[in-house]
């Protein structure tokens, strides 16, 4: 039996839209895998009663299938299914790194992320990778066309969970189909200034980084309490806030030592704004690794 822990991970960070993803050092999900004639998947956890088992249906049986490593599958969710923290992307990246291991499959960490990729899709309807290269490669991720870019990171972050329930499909449905000239140039300057912050561990340079004027407000109005979240997390010490991937989450990157108090500020925002909300404290972690 192989075990992988793969971990959450939050994709865009306001201005890599698509594009920008950061393996979280917390939660994560646990993928067991067994030989077997046939894919068989169980699901366990967090939210388990949510995510379907027939292996179609399932990130992990779609991911078997296109190893060709049939196996009985165990997943064991840490990580709340729609949360906005790449819930689907980790059990999808775990059964990769896996499956591969199981099955002895001479596989680069790019080709995992395409096979994970395809797992996101069969589920999800698009195939975006910019979660499951941060769950298999760690650290911040630059997902394009072309080729993955991968820097080790460490910055403090808080990921913040209200209890609003917001689709992918919604979330994708409010982005705008053009922006104006001034927002590319303002979104260029912060991921620019996000990735150098990335490289250099710098949380001030990474919260600026998160300015975007496109898409996280569209996606804001569909998070109630987001404004105030943002407001009390920026006075208790984060450096920026924006949407976690498709939201509802939202992720914080804060000054060393003032995580605790940032993830205070964000679930009282919520809760004032009467929204029932958790959070972690994290940082920027590895990505898939043997258990
Ligand atoms: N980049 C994706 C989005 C992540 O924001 O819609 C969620 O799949």
């Known amino acids: 039996m192989i075990s992988v822990r793969a971990p959450a991970t939050s994709a865009n960070l306001g201005s890599g839209f698509d594009v920008f993803g950061v393996a979280l050092d917390r939660p994560g999900d646990v993928v067991r895998v067994e030989k077997a004639d046939e894919t068989t998947i169980e699901v366990t956890g967090m939210g388990s009663e949510y995510i379907p088992e027939e292996p179609a249906k399932n990130t992990a049986g779609v991911v078997a299938n296109a190893l060709d490593a049939p196996a009985h599958i165990h997943i064991d969710k840490g990580i709340r299914p729609s949360s906005g923290l790449g819930s689907s992307a980790a059990s999808a990246a775990g059964a990769a790194v896996a499956l591969a291991e199981l099955y002895d499959r001479d596989l680069s960490g790019e080709d995992l ?66 922006a104006s000239m001034d927002h590319v140039v303002e979104t260029v300057g912060s991921a620019a200034t996000l990735a150098v912050g990335m490289e250099r561990d710098d949380p001030v340079l990474v919260g600026r980084g998160f300015r975007e004027s496109v898409v996280t407000p569209a996606r804001a109005e569909l998070i109630d309490g987001y404004a105030a979240a943002c407001e009390a997390a920026e006075g208790a010490g984060a450096t920026g806030v924006t949407v976690s991937g498709a939201g509802p989450g939202v992720v914080a990157t804060c000054y060393p030592g003032r995580r605790r108090d940032v993830a205070s500020a964000l679930v009282d925002a919520f809760e004032d704004a009467g929204v029932e909300a958790r959070a972690f404290c994290t940082e920027v972690g590895d990505g898939a690794e043997f258990v």
């Open 113 to 178: 992320v395409r096979v994970a990729a395809e797992g996101e899709a069969a589920v999800s309807g698009e195939a975006h990778a910019d979660n499951v290269a941060p769950a298999i490669l760690g650290g911040f991720t630059v997902v394009r066309d072309d080729g993955i870019t991968q820097v080790d990171a460490s910055l403090p972050l808080v990921a913040c969970l209200p209890e609003t329930v917001v689709s992918t499909r919604d979330a994708r449905g409010v982005v705008p189909d053009s």
